[in-house]
Structures are given as C-alpha cells and as structure tokens.
C-alpha cells in the first residue's frame, strides 16, 4: 500500500487533521459500501449505515486502541450499525421482494451479456437468485453474516472471526451449518441445484 | 479424530484456504471416508447456490463532507459575546448583593470586587501595587455597564423602530387601489425565488468545485473522495 497505513491515518484524525480522514473515507467507502449492502440490500440503509460508520469512526477514533486493523474495527462497527437496523425493521425477508424494484444496478459486463442472449433464461436466473436470497433470510442471523462475509466479501476466516470477535472454529462452525441451512431451505421448497423440482 | 474437527477441514477446503498438510490429512480421511465425501459434495452444492445470490452491488452514492457552518455575522458574535459577558457581571453583581448580607455584608469578595472605584483613582496609569500584587483599576460600574446596556438596547430599538416608521409611513400615504396587485405580488416573490437559486446555485458550485480540488489532491479518480456530509448531522466536531 503506497502512502500512510490506516492505523496511521486514524491516529492523524485523532490529533485533528481532517484530510487524513478524507483519505480514509476515499480508501474505504466503496469495501464498505460494498459490505453493509450484501448485509441489508438496500441502497439507501446502505448509504446511511456507511455514512453513519465513517461518522462513528471519526467521533470515536479516541477509543482506537493502538495494534489493532483499523478495516476490523470500522467493519465492526458497521456490523452492529447492519444488525440495529435489520432488528429494527426486520426486513431480511421482505428484501427479497422490494430488492429489484428500487433500484437498478450497476450491470457486471457479463450479466450484460447473458441478458442479451436469453431473456427467458434471464428471468429465471432472476427467479432462482430471489428464492436462494429468500431462503438465506431464513437461515440464523449468525449463520448468514458468515456467509455473506465468506461467499460475497470473500474475507479469510480469520479476518470474519476478528470482526465477530470469536474463534476461528466458530466461524467454520457456522459457515457449515450455515451452508447446510441453507441447502435445507431451498430443499422445503422444492429447490436443487439442477432448479426447482 | 473427531467429526466436528473433519466438518471445519470441509469448510476450509471448500474454501481452499486449507493448510498443505491438513489438506493431505484431509485427502488420506475422503479416500476412505464415503460420508464425508457426501459432506463435502453436499457443501460444494450449496456454496455454488449461495454465489448465485450474490447482489450486484449499485453505483457507489457520492457523499459529501462538509465543515461545521461557523458564525458568518462577527458583529453577531461580539453582540451576543458583549450580552453574555455583562449577564455574566451582572449575575456576578446580584449574586454578591444577594449573598452580601449573609456572608458578612460589605465583606463579599464579589461585591467589593465590583464597586466603582473613586473618580480620582482613574488618574492613576500605572496599576497600583499592594504587597507585590497589581491592583486593577479598570473594572466597570455597574451604572457604567447599564448605560452601556442601555445605550445598546436604544439603538437597536431605534433601528427598528425607524424601520418600522418607513414602512408604515409608505402604507398609509397609499391609497388603497396603490397598494400590491396580486400580479406584483407574485412579481417580487419570483424575484426572491430566483436570488434563492442562485444562492443554492452557488453553494453546488463551491461544494463541485472542493470535490475536484479533493480529487486532484488524491490523484485517484476512481478513489476519488465522496466527502461525508456532516453539516445535517449535529454534534459532529471534524476538529
């Protein structure tokens, strides 16, 4: 990494200097962004809980405690702002229904693609991501921000433990079972890897 | 070895974060193991449903920073810093009054403190010293801070008042067909309209023009600096 680590930004924001906020903001918003809307699915909750962190993290970067990664603190920090939010308004399940009338998103190139040769194909590609979403809402809390944070973020098991603040054994714990709940879920509703039965 | 120590190999392999020689382990116990070659399969199934969910992620929202809004009117600032400072005294004044009595009348510190000096004690210009202590001699008097209060207070009431004496005077030398048609009305609130926009116009360009600025300084277009707005969110001290 060119330039200030992290941990040395955050100690310059603790002493006043607000540009080396500004480049921890620019280094990290779009990992953060990136991260709390796999955990909730809503853009704008999404935007509020970054802004909020990045706020949390520039009133408490006093209680920064010196050796520690700064990403594992700020994504703690967001972590409790995603899980606040989802036992607010309880809203996992009700994602899968509202996701892709609110917003349209950024296309990858090769789901450009794939829409363009199919759309039949498109449509149930589309069916089956919302019935997989669906059953990852009824899988533990616990169990999904493991999987999100393995599968979607691709963080090391250490790194999740770190930000969960738990073993490793856990972490592994969890994404297996997670995994089995998973399968599980979409098995009641008739629901294989080849497509629904 | 137990199951549950296999099922967290499972994992890691699946995951390919897997030691090299707990992965040889793992490979000897699947050789012979049919269940936890089931497991592992099982596993390998799930995981390639779960990545079928993964969301796309929307265009990253642009944040702004701002600094907290200062006090843009000084003499604002030196009206309420005068206000306070002689509540302050005065306050300080009733306190002592209040308390004078009760503490040994004339003996309050505070009281004392406060008294007008004689009218020839301002001669003195150099501080007088008593036991190696300067002695001040520039307080003000209570007479002194209400006049200066007073004098305040009137000339703002003049302000207003002057104000005021325009304004109706201009009312009522108009006949009342003179007074604001419906048309002008709407006239002079456009007019407030537009100087509205352009105040709104020109804050967008300042904020536009600090972004670029931000993003110049980062060299990273695409890391470019989404500064966080602050300014709606109270309490927050960038400082």
Known sequence: MHGPTDEELLLAVRSGDNDSFGT??????????????????????????????????????????????????????????????????????????????????????????????????????????????????????EQREVLVMKEFEGMKFREIAEILGCPESTVKSRMYYGLNGLKAALAKQGFTAEGVS | MSCVHWKELLVEQLYEELERDKALALEHHLADCAECRHELEQLRQARSLLSEAKPEVPTLPRVVMLRQPTFHRPWMAFAAGFILCALLIGGGIATGVAL????????????????????????????????????????????????????????????????????????????????????????ALSIFDRQLENRRRGQIELLVDQLVQTEARLKAQEDALRILVLSGQPGVRPE
């Open chain 1, 24 to 141: 921890l903001v620019a280094r990290w918003e779009r990992p953060l962004f990136h991260f709390v809307y796999r955990m909730i699915s809503r853009p704008e909750d999404a935007r509020d809980i970054c802004q909020e962190t990045f706020l949390r993290v520039l009133n408490k970067a006093h209680r920064f405690k010196p050796g520690a990664k700064f990403s594992t603190w700020m994504y703690q920090i967001a972590l409790n702002l995603c899980r606040d939010q989802l036992r607010k308004k309880r809203r996992w399940s009700a994602v899968v229904v509202e996701r892709n009338s609110d917003f349209e998103p950024e296309p990858a190139p090769s789901a450009v693609l794939q829409v363009e040769d199919n759309p039949a194909e498109a449509a149930e590609r589309t069916e089956r991501r919302q019935l997989i979403t669906q059953a990852l809402g009824e899988i533990p809390a």
């Open chain 2, 100 to 187: 004078g009595p009760k503490l040994g009348g004339s003996q309050s510190t505070t009281a004392t403190v406060l008294e007008p000096l004689p009218q020839d004690a301002g001669n003195a210009q150099a501080p007088q010293v008593i036991d190696g202590t300067p002695v001040r001699n520039d307080f003000v008097s209570r007479d002194e801070l209400n006049k200066a209060l007073a004098n305040y207070g009137a000339r703002f009431d003049e302000r207003l008042q002057t104000k005021g004496n325009e304004i109706l005077t201009r009312v009522g030398q108009q006949p009342p067909e003179m007074l604001l048609t419906q048309d002008e009305l709407n006239d």
